[in-house]
Nanobody
């Protein structure tokens, strides 16, 4: 069963940078539309960034200008480059994506969430 594997979390100081990765676990699946969410303790999960198959991107107001979502050339990994991190960015980050099944030649939408990765920004 295909899943998305998040990596790249960690702890940084205010103003630091991290790059999160989200990779499809089966190599013949490619990522089309990709989304990064985050959930801080006691708060609702929120959409941080989105990239469509056509290459359009959308960002939450709180991260626009600091975060960048992208996809690799092989189309199997999406990234979230996070710069100028702030304590309020501290959260568990999750990726979710629509996938293309290269075996059947059809689209596939994941209905489950991974465990996410912890991002902690210290003052």
């Amino acid at each position: 069963q295909v899943r998305l594997v998040e990596s790249g979390g960690g702890e940084v100081q205010t103003g630091g940078s991290l790059r999160l990765s989200c990779a499809a676990s089966i190599n013949f699946f490619s990522i089309t539309t990709a989304n990064w969410y985050r959930q801080a303790p006691g708060k609702q999960r929120e959409l941080v960034a989105r990239r469509t198959e056509e290459g359009y991107t959308n960002y939450a107001d709180s991260v626009r200008g600091r975060f960048t979502i992208s996809r690799n050339v092989d189309r199997n990994t999406v990234y979230l480059q996070m710069n100028d991190l702030r304590p309020e960015d501290t959260a568990v980050y999750y990726c979710n994506a629509d996938l293309f099944d290269g075996d059947y030649g059809t689209g596939y939408r994941l209905g489950n969430w991974g465990q996410g990765v912890q991002v902690t920004v210290s003052s």
